[in-house]
């Protein structure tokens, strides 16, 4: 569809870190936008391509897309108003990619899926979590990054509170509990992300450790292991 199209070349257009390919273990950035649209014709299938997007100004792309002006600003706006439906679709699907982990029965599994579920997102959309990253700290979608995290506290903050009663803690520490939890996930993430210098599962083991045991039982472990 024209609209469809529109979007897929506006968002390469303005944003080229998602203009890459997978060569092997590393992720290749290409410095010029094509752009196919696959169009059924009568006398077949055609693919008629928008060449060189990234020389093009956002008016031109409609104009290549054969779309005229008002349609753009009715789906994006601006350029701000692109940038926050795409942060919004991101935490849409980090959402789904959590959702999972948190039917585990035991809190401890639990709390080691959740982790592992983040850490697959940023392993899988490395260029989404950095986009995610990048939003927090614009101010039209700063908002946005920020609800999902404290809805994730929040979420983290209701399932800790019967285990630290049970365990004779204040259950009134959840809260201050679920931000640790929270900030150090997003920390490990934001490092992992450029040096993978632990693979995902030894990581997540570890953050599970520390996290519900702290790094005295860590320590323990690894000399277990050792």
């Given amino acids: 569809a024209p609209a469809s199209a529109l979007k897929i070349l506006t968002v390469l257009a303005l944003f080229p870190e998602l203009n890459a390919r997978l060569e092997g273990d590393e992720i290749v950035l290409l410095e010029r936008v094509d752009v196919g649209i696959a169009v059924q014709t009568e006398d077949g299938l055609v693919v008629p391509v928008v060449r060189s997007c990234e020389r ?72 989404r979590y950095r986009f995610l990253l990048h939003a927090s700290e614009r101010p039209r979608t700063a908002g946005i990054v920020a609800d999902f995290r404290r809805r994730h506290i929040a979420e983290c903050a209701f399932t800790a509170e019967d285990n630290l009663r049970r365990a004779g803690i204040d259950p009134g520490f959840t809260e201050p509990w679920a931000e640790c939890v929270s900030g150090m996930i997003r920390a490990a993430g934001i490092s992992w992300l450029e040096v993978r210098s632990l693979p995902r599962d030894r990581l997540v083991d570890y953050l599970t450790t520390i996290l519900w045991e702290g790094f005295s039982s860590l320590r323990r472990a690894t000399a277990a292991k050792g």
């Fill in 56 to 127: 093009l100004t956002v008016d031109e792309i409609a104009s290549e897309a054969g779309i005229t002006k008002p349609v753009l600003y009715r789906h994006f706006g601006d350029k701000d108003g692109l940038y926050q439906a795409l942060t919004e679709r991101y935490v849409d699907v980090l959402k789904t990619a959590l959702k999972p982990a948190t039917k585990a029965s035991e809190p401890r599994d639990r709390l080691a899926a959740v982790i592992d579920a983040y850490l697959a997102f940023v392993e899988r959309e490395p260029e």
